[in-house]
């Protein structure tokens, strides 16, 4: 049976030449990067290149750049950290109602500890507003946190407009680039953007490393205590042969960007029209065209379940989503979803498709076969569905 991934928001395969890069730090080039002998400096020097790489891809500073154990530890590390860092400047916080949980739920913690938190609505595309975003800001706000494209719906928020705002009023501007990361161009100056998420595993690299982008002068609490690795910043011996392949993988992805987005794109549309054009009620979560990702495909489809949808898909070998990886298994429809005004039984019936590198034009189609039939299948035990046909073959 074919198979075919269209999951790549939820992860990524690693690319073989990162594989490459890595394999040499699991076996001769074993040191310790704190170590003075000669493995310890050689382990070193790979460590300051990959940390390169990371900061090229983002127009950062090397010394900018702190590994982390992932997006998840990095967005941690960027809200807890400032937050305890800066509670003498003020204690109110201000995100938005779609982030990722790893934000989301790290915002929730410090409002029940003593921090005010704002949380932006989104409008019906999954984008919010300027307007409102200034109306939220105090004199005792001390960070902004607003995701660069939102992994489910794939709107993109206008970051630059947003750090222009901030760095105004003098407020630190954290962003989570996990999604954006490799197919978007990221410029931290340019988007006055003061800390920055992002992760291996969303862009071919492997999983269990990321890292954080601070602006030199951002003041951290540190999240981890011990050996002060990281600048003292995220104690703990590097993990090397991550990072190393985490190097490889921004270097590609820069290498490929411009390209990789636009082809990515063409599929996107395909697969989108292909949708439209063959299934009726359906309907587009997230925008469309520029503000939105390029691999991005989200749609809900009207008197189907999600999980049914993605139970029957994997039967022909289909790779898809009903949302993100993290809040499937549990039947609560999406909170991003819910935000952008869905009412809950059509959130229930989201399907995410997230396109990468190994998927062509002939996956597309093959998908383009099998849904229609699958989603008519589905519908004919459907009442609900049953009551709407009535209606329309009796007009
Ligand atoms: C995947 C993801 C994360 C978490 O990254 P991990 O490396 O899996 O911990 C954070 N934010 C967004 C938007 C993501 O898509």
Known sequence: MQRVYMDHSATTPVASEVIEAMLPYFSEKYGNPSSVHSFGREAKVALEEARGQVAALIGANPEEITFTSGGTEADN????????????????????????????????????????????????EGIISLAELEKALRPDTILISVMHANNEVGSIQPIAEIGALAKERGIWFHVDA?????KLPIAVQEMHVDLLTVSGHKIYGPKGIGALYARKGVRLDARAFGGGQEKKRRSGTENLPGIVGFGKACELAGAHLAAEAQRLQKLRDQLLQGIIDRIPYVKINGPVGDQRLPNNVNVSIQYVEGESLLLSLDMVGIAASSGSACTSGSLDPSHVLLAMGLPHEIAHGSLRF????????EEVDYVLDHLPQIVERLRVMSPLYDAVKQQSTAK
């Open 77 to 124: 590390l960027a809200i807890f950290g400032a937050a305890a860092a800066y509670t003498k400047k003020g204690r109110h916080l201000i995100t938005t109602a779609i982030e990722h949980h790893a934000v989301l739920e790290s915002f929730e913690y410090l409002e029940k500890n003593g921090y005010e938190l704002t949380i932006l609505p989104v409008d019906a």
């Open 178 to 182: 996990v999604q954006s990361l490799g």
């Open 354 to 361: 997230s396109l990468g590198t190994q998927n062509s034009a």
